[in-house]
């Protein structure tokens, strides 16, 4: 007799055990026997529910709910995007109503056309009364927040790669070391047995179907929160993307991964590039007027891809505000502190960051006020002064 789980060997042990003690007719040796099988085996089924995989967890959970509302970060990028959609998916396998929802706007344009392309539904909420559903899944974040009476709210589930404590009522699943959420929920899918399917084959499939638009969103997520496989990866992102391949629709992603960029964004990374004042290693570059703010970071990236260059702020004006975006890629530069340091000299100004990326707001009247202009007379290159002093260390 074979039974999973349970070798031979044991069961003989069993068997002598039974005759050990006095248990020698048949009948009760046979007893005995099925006895322990049947405790072995409820055994092994109970270990199997406690070791099952955290997709399979995640789909139980999505089942015990009639709806739920999937919420991205404020500003979604692709990666929370892809998130959303895996997570949609896998509640439409247990007939779970489910809606995506986000804080604040999706404006880069790579961040559009991923919307656009896959043509998701995402619907836009300003205060917690907005969500879909009482059960609200936070992906690529632990904390809600960016609308009204976010803290207020107790998450359903989290998934999600960043630090932080934010934890779901019913499931948690944060994985600090993974280079993008998508991993995850790519591992979600796989997990319960789900099959990439390539755009052409999805009809004649059967079982759980990974669609082409959610296996190339996947795909696209985990890329880009890991520079395209270059940086923050662990082996995780590998095999997800390996899991992925059959079911990428490559139309689909050369379309995401190269957006038409406008008119303007190309011009303002000109004027950022042709206007550079270069100190050292350090460039800044002032574009002028802009229309476009999210211009400004794309132009700072460009920038900091320039030769000898390892820290670029870039700022221009829209209205009565100018945005100033920082890069680092040097140690001596935390570009956020840098940039708090230029605000902090001017009223009403805002910046921060990170290490190696920063952003600010200076209000048109507060940095003529600090440079000593007259309100009406803005100078920018004061700004510039300051912004090189910041970056010395100079202040
Ligand atoms: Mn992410």
Redesign the pocket.
């Given at each position: 007799m074979q039974l999973p789980g349970i070798p031979e060997m044991r069961l003989r042990e069993v068997v002598r055990a039974a005759e050990t003690y006095g248990l020698s007719s048949p009948e009760l040796a046979g007893a005995a026997v099925l006895g322990a099988i049947a405790l072995l085996a409820s055994l092994w089924l109970i270990v199997r529910w406690i070791r099952r995989p955290m997709g399979a967890r995640l789909k139980r959970a999505l089942s015990k709910s009639d709806e739920v509302a999937v919420l991205m970060h404020p500003n979604p990028?692709p990666?929370?995007m892809a998130c959303a959609i895996g997570i949609a998916h896998l509640a439409s396998e247990v007939d779970t109503e489910a809606s995506i929802q986000f804080a604040g706007q999706i404006r880069h344009q790579e961040n559009r056309a991923f919307r656009t392309v896959l043509d998701l539904e995402l619907d836009q909420i300003d205060h917690v009364s907005e969500l879909a559903s009482e059960d609200v899944i936070l992906v690529?974040h632990n904390t809600p927040r960016g609308f009204e009476g976010a803290e207020r709210l107790e998450p359903y589930a989290v998934v999600d790669?960043?630090p932080g404590n934010g934890t779901g009522e019913r499931f948690t699943d944060q994985r600090t070391d993974y280079g993008?959420?998508?991993t995850i929920v790519a591992e979600y899918l796989e997990d319960v047995g789900g099959t990439p399917v390539g755009p052409d084959d999805e009809r004649d499939a059967d079982g759980f179907v990974v669609p082409a638009d959610v296996s190339t969103g996947l795909l696209y997520?985990i890329q880009c929160?890991t520079k395209h496989l270059t940086s923050g990866c662990t082996e995780a992102e590998f095999s997800a993307a390996a899991y992925l391949y059959e079911g990428v629709d490559e139309d689909l992603l050369d379309r995401i991964a190269n957006p038409q960029v406008s008119a303007e964004v190309l011009e303002v990374k000109s004027r950022a590039i042709s206007g550079r004042d270069v100190r050292g290693s350090f460039a800044v570059s002032d574009v002028g007027r802009i229309n476009n703010v999210d211009a400004v970071p794309q132009a700072a990236d460009e920038l900091l891809r320039l030769e000898g260059v390892t820290a670029v702020v870039v700022y221009g004006r829209r209205d009565d505000t100018v945005h100033l975006s920082g890069r680092s890629r040097d140690d001596r530069v935390h570009m956020g502190k840098a940039l708090e340091t230029v605000a902090d000299e001017i009223p009403g100004a805002s910046a921060g960051g990170h290490a190696r990326m920063g952003g600010g707001q200076v209000p048109v009247e507060g940095a003529a006020y600090a440079s000593g202009a007259e309100a009406a007379m803005w100078s920018q290159a004061e700004l510039g002064e300051d912004v090189f002093d910041a970056l010395n260390g100079d202040v």
């Amino acid at each position: 007799m074979q039974l999973p789980g349970i070798p031979e060997m044991r069961l003989r042990e069993v068997v002598r055990a039974a005759e050990t003690y006095g248990l020698s007719s048949p009948e009760l040796a046979g007893a005995a026997v099925l006895g322990a099988i049947a405790l072995l085996a409820s055994l092994w089924l109970i270990v199997r529910w406690i070791r099952r995989p955290m997709g399979a967890r995640l789909k139980r959970a999505l089942s015990k709910s009639d709806e739920v509302a999937v919420l991205m970060h404020p500003n979604p990028d692709p990666d929370a995007m892809a998130c959303a959609i895996g997570i949609a998916h896998l509640a439409s396998e247990v007939d779970t109503e489910a809606s995506i929802q986000f804080a604040g706007q999706i404006r880069h344009q790579e961040n559009r056309a991923f919307r656009t392309v896959l043509d998701l539904e995402l619907d836009q909420i300003d205060h917690v009364s907005e969500l879909a559903s009482e059960d609200v899944i936070l992906v690529d974040h632990n904390t809600p927040r960016g609308f009204e009476g976010a803290e207020r709210l107790e998450p359903y589930a989290v998934v999600d790669h960043h630090p932080g404590n934010g934890t779901g009522e019913r499931f948690t699943d944060q994985r600090t070391d993974y280079g993008a959420c998508a991993t995850i929920v790519a591992e979600y899918l796989e997990d319960v047995g789900g099959t990439p399917v390539g755009p052409d084959d999805e009809r004649d499939a059967d079982g759980f179907v990974v669609p082409a638009d959610v296996s190339t969103g996947l795909l696209y997520g985990i890329q880009c929160d890991t520079k395209h496989l270059t940086s923050g990866c662990t082996e995780a992102e590998f095999s997800a993307a390996a899991y992925l391949y059959e079911g990428v629709d490559e139309d689909l992603l050369d379309r995401i991964a190269n957006p038409q960029v406008s008119a303007e964004v190309l011009e303002v990374k000109s004027r950022a590039i042709s206007g550079r004042d270069v100190r050292g290693s350090f460039a800044v570059s002032d574009v002028g007027r802009i229309n476009n703010v999210d211009a400004v970071p794309q132009a700072a990236d460009e920038l900091l891809r320039l030769e000898g260059v390892t820290a670029v702020v870039v700022y221009g004006r829209r209205d009565d505000t100018v945005h100033l975006s920082g890069r680092s890629r040097d140690d001596r530069v935390h570009m956020g502190k840098a940039l708090e340091t230029v605000a902090d000299e001017i009223p009403g100004a805002s910046a921060g960051g990170h290490a190696r990326m920063g952003g600010g707001q200076v209000p048109v009247e507060g940095a003529a006020y600090a440079s000593g202009a007259e309100a009406a007379m803005w100078s920018q290159a004061e700004l510039g002064e300051d912004v090189f002093d910041a970056l010395n260390g100079d202040v």
